[in-house]
Each structure stands twice: as structure tokens, then as C-alpha cells.
């Protein structure tokens, strides 16, 4: 199976701060990287599919780079709405994995 | 507007069986992939089955091969999860969700239901 690793597991930041979550493959997964923004008590939501293509409704401050192993998800200005946690999914190979997640909290 | 209805859940003795169903509207149900996808309490995300629009192609998770089935009824735009010989390890909230692609798979999630909470314990 491929691991995928988060980093960091959580962070504080203030409104307005540009925010960086990475994402790493244990094998290369050429683009098939997408990412999840949770609320607590929520179902997740699709923000990022294929490494860096936007769900549609979703605010251009969320965007997304990289390949192969290594993968991020960047928040160019950090709203209220946006403290949650965020997930990535490879969708290379079955089975579809997660990574652990990233918190994004208040500072 | 897509919807997506989970429900079926509830408590469980380990070894017994529960199946839930995920109803939806809003787009043409088979012509989707669909997913299972569940949450332990303050856990992360876990792929669990995904059945192809036609229901032709199922895949499974090694946690829960041989234990559950996935399955769907195109005529009630119902999707199912046959859940046997349950483990304590399967308590979560299982989230059914709708694949971003038509006509294929993508395993990338677009709509998810609300969740029904499984509890596997004596």
C-alpha cells in the first residue's frame, strides 16, 4: 500500500497568513493527488483534485503543486472559515489512501 | 443538486452483521462510481469498497476483504454495504461517496453523505 505522510499534524495560524500543508507519497504517484478540507462534525469536502485542479465553488486562495512523491497544499490568506483539517488521497493505486491529516487552528 | 442519504447504522455485537444503504439524488446514479469511506472517532479518512456505475467492478480494502460487500441497485438509486463479521476495529462513522468522474473512476470524492455511525461492542 502507499503511505502517505503529512506535515505538519497541526498548526496555528492568524487570519490573513499564507498557510503550507505537505504531503508526501512513500512511492512516486505522478499527479493523482487530491485533498479534502474537513469540519468538525462534517462530511469532508473536495478541494484539489489531480495535484492542482480546483473543485468547482472552491476559493482560488487554495492551490496545490508538486509531483511524484511530494505534494502541497497552499492557502494564499487564511480565512476564519478555513480552520479545519485537511486531507490529501493518492489515487494512483488501490487502495485509495489518506493521509493522517493536518489541523489548522486558530492563533 | 446532488444528495447523498446514509443510513442503516446503529450498535453491533462484535461478530454480527449490519448493512447499510446510501440513497442518492440529484445526477444519474449510474453513471457513477461509488465508494464507502469511513472515520473512526477523532481518526483519519479510510477508503473502504468502491463499485463501478454498472456494478460490474467492486474493490475492497485488505481491512474488510472477505467481510463486507459492496453492492448497488441502479432501479432505487440505492447503494449498499453488507457489513459481516464485525470487530470492534470497524466502529466508525461510514460515509457513502459519489466518484468526480462519469462514465469511469477516478477515486476522487466530490459528494459525501452525512455519515451513519457504526458501534461494534458487547
Known amino acids: 500500500d502507499i503511505q502517505m505522510t503529512q506535515s505538519p499534524s497541526s498548526l496555528s495560524a492568524s487570519v ?55 505534494f502541497t497544499l497552499t492557502i494564499s490568506s487564511l480565512q476564519p472559515e478555513d480552520f479545519a483539517t485537511y486531507y490529501c488521497q493518492q489515487t494512483f493505486s488501490s487502495p485509495w489512501t489518506f493521509g493522517q491529516g493536518t489541523k489548522v487552528e486558530i492563533k | 443538486e446532488v444528495q447523498l442519504l446514509e443510513s442503516g447504522g446503529g450498535l453491533v455485537q462484535p461478530g454480527g452483521s449490519l448493512r447499510l444503504s446510501c440513497t442518492a439524488s440529484g445526477f444519474t446514479f449510474s453513471n457513477y462510481a461509488m465508494n464507502w469511506v469511513r472515520q473512526a472517532p477523532g481518526k483519519g479518512l479510510e477508503w473502504v469498497s468502491a463499485i463501478y456505475g454498472g456494478g460490474g467492478s467492486t474493490y475492497y480494502a485488505d481491512s474488510v476483504k472477505g467481510r463486507f460487500t459492496i453492492s448497488r441497485d441502479n432501479s432505487k438509486n440505492t447503494l449498499y454495504l453488507q457489513m459481516n463479521s464485525l470487530r470492534a476495529e470497524d466502529t466508525a462513522v461510514y460515509y457513502c461517496a459519489k466518484d468526480l468522474v462519469e462514465y469511469g473512476s477516478s477515486f476522487s470524492f466530490d459528494f459525501w453523505g452525512q455519515g451513519t455511525l457504526v458501534t461494534v461492542s458487547s
Open chain 1, 16 to 70: 490573513g497568513d499564507r498557510v503550507t500543508i505537505t504531503c508526501r507519497a512513500s512511492q512516486r504517484i505522478s499527479s493523482y493527488l487530491n485533498w479534502y478540507q474537513q469540519k468538525p462534525g462534517k462530511a469532508p469536502n473536495l478541494l484539489i483534485y489531480a495535484t492542482s485542479t480546483l473543485q468547482s465553488g472552491v476559493p482560488s486562495r487554495f492551490s496545490g503543486s508538486g509531483s511524484g512523491t511530494d
